[in-house]
Structures are given as C-alpha cells and as structure tokens.
C-alpha cells in the first residue's frame, strides 16, 4: 500500500513563493508517475503539474506553466512543486497523486491515478 503525505503549504502574500513536498512509503517511486492537482473552493479538482518516472517528461497546466516547476527525488521516493510568482487564483488544497508505469501517456488525467495524498492548503492572499 503506498501512502502520501503533502507538506509545505501555507498563507502567503501575491507574489511570494512556497515549495510543497510530497513524500511517499510503502513502494519505491521509481516506477511511478507523480502528479500535483488542486481543489479550490466550490470547484472541481484541476491538473497542475507532471512528471514522469525518470523526469524525462514533464507538464504543466497553462495557469501555472513557467511560475510552478515539479520535480522529483526517486532516492528519497518524494516529490516537489516549486510556486512561484503566486496569485490569488492559486489558492486551493494542493494534492500529490502516484500511478504505477512509466509511460507518460495520461499523465495529467485524473483517473489514472491510483493513489493520493490528503492534501495542503495553500492560501494567496494580501
């Protein structure tokens, strides 16, 4: 059984920047694609970012490319999302997500996910 646990989140002003963390136990990760989706309040829970086993591919969802950048550390079975530039549209529960394989086809939908953390919040607000 692989759990996940998110950490990092906070309150923050416009404009600051948070790194949250997801680390995982139970299996190693090396052959997981990982994932970050949001949830704001009141709407559906969203893609933010990919990547896959080995980090040779990753993606982005438009709101966030070239602020957020995810990485992943297979040695210590976590994973990362580095936000920067944050808006106050950015304000949601921020959820880690693992799926076995190491292709990258599908890597942004939702349903191919087996696994998932409990969630962060992360707050943007002056």
């Known amino acids: 059984q692989v759990q996940l646990v998110e950490s990092g989140g906070g309150l923050v002003q416009p404009g600051d920047s948070l790194r949250l963390s997801c680390a995982a136990s139970?299996?190693?990760?090396?052959?997981?694609?990982m994932a970050w989706f949001r949830q704001a309040p009141g709407k559906e829970r969203v893609f933010v970012a990919a990547i896959n086993s080995r980090s040779s591919n990753t993606y982005y969802a438009d709101s966030v490319k070239d602020r957020f950048t995810i990485s992943r550390d297979n040695a210590k079975n976590a994973m990362y999302l580095q936000m920067n530039s944050l808006k106050p549209e950015d304000t949601a529960v921020y959820s880690c997500?693992?799926?076995?394989?190491?292709?990258?086809?599908?890597?942004?939908?939702?349903?191919?996910?087996?696994?998932w953390g409990q969630g962060t919040q992360v707050t943007v607000s002056s």
């Open positions: 997500a693992v799926r076995e394989g190491t292709t990258s086809w599908g890597l942004q939908n939702e349903r191919s996910y087996h696994y």
């Open positions: 139970g299996r190693s990760m090396s052959n997981y694609g």
